[in-house]
């Protein structure tokens, strides 16, 4: 069955400091892939999505970048943090527009 | 646009008192509803899919139903360990990207 991987599960990080937040996925090949951002009491935010590698369309314009070097991995990451980059982030596969997603365990983001 | 919009926010039960989830939503040629369970610090779970009009899906005390405009999550007889966030998502007709619009979800809690 199909997995996905997230870490790490929590971070702590300084404004101003690069991030790079990683994404892996198992048993499955060529899924659409999605970065999401949960901020507290709010409701997902799809961030960025890639249907293959090296294709990343982003949905916000943020302070974030995505990238897939490889069919089953995607990266999240930032050059300078800023305070408002706080968040849970989600990673998550599709196998396609007739099915669901898988989340990962997420990665509870803050800048300090 | 395409829109989510979960009610209540907040739902109190007593262990054994029946209730639903209403999941509004707006969208331009529905390509699935989703029903998603999400603890507190982790990634969101996944439910069930609904498709038509009229189409309903159980899973022990959960039943999701489904109307051109809404979906309903129906607890029966909740236990404590129901308690969580149920996220409501759609996926519109015309995506070939698969990606989701998320609810804000109703954070259920049930006392024993």
Redesign the interface.
Known sequence: SQTIHQWPATLVQPVGSPLSLECTVEGTSNPNLYWYRQAAGRGLQLLFYSVGIGQISSEVPQNLSASRPQDRQFILSSKKLLLSDSGFYLCALSKGVNYGYTFGSGTRLTVV | EDQ?TQSPEALRLQEGESSSLNCSYTVSGL??L?W?RQDP??????LF?LYSAGEEKEKERLKATLTKKESFLHITAPKPEDSATY?C?V?EGS???????????TTLQVKP
């Open positions: 989510v390509r699935g989703f998603y610090g982790k990634g969101p779970e996944f899919t996220l998502a996926r995506s070939n990207t698969g990606k989701l619009i998320f609810g804000q979800g």
